[in-house]
């Protein structure tokens, strides 16, 4: 099993959405979060001053999926999120030991 985490932007997430769901991805977490990279922030001017915008929205998917799955994820990933801008995010790939559903006590990929 792998665990897929991929940084994009916030107005991607409908479609990377949509686009894992006809795949077969079964469930994702979503969080918004704030961050920088190489795009560093930006400058911003309010009431007359101006200040730093140093963490810029994203939004981070996780999913997790069983290794079968994983070249088809990223690709999907890739192709829907992509702007070709600056700031398009990143995508992190990361063994997973085990998975346990809590409300029956499956294990592995039944637990996914």
Known sequence: ?????????????D?????????GVKGITVSEV?????????TELYRGAEY?????PKIKLEIIIS????????NTIMKTAQTGRIGDGKIFVTDL????????????????
């Open 52 to 56: 730093v915008v140093d963490f810029l």
């Open 34 to 42: 704030k961050g920088f990279g190489r795009q560093k922030g930006h």
């Open 15 to 23: 479609e990377v959405k949509d686009k894992l769901n006809e795949i």
């Open 67 to 74: 290794d079968g799955l994983l070249d088809e994820v990223i």
């Open 97 to 112: 030991v085990d998975t346990i559903r809590i409300r029956t006590g499956e294990r592995g990929e039944d637990a996914i």
């Open 1 to 13: 099993m792998k665990k897929v985490e991929a940084i994009i932007k916030p107005f991607k997430l």
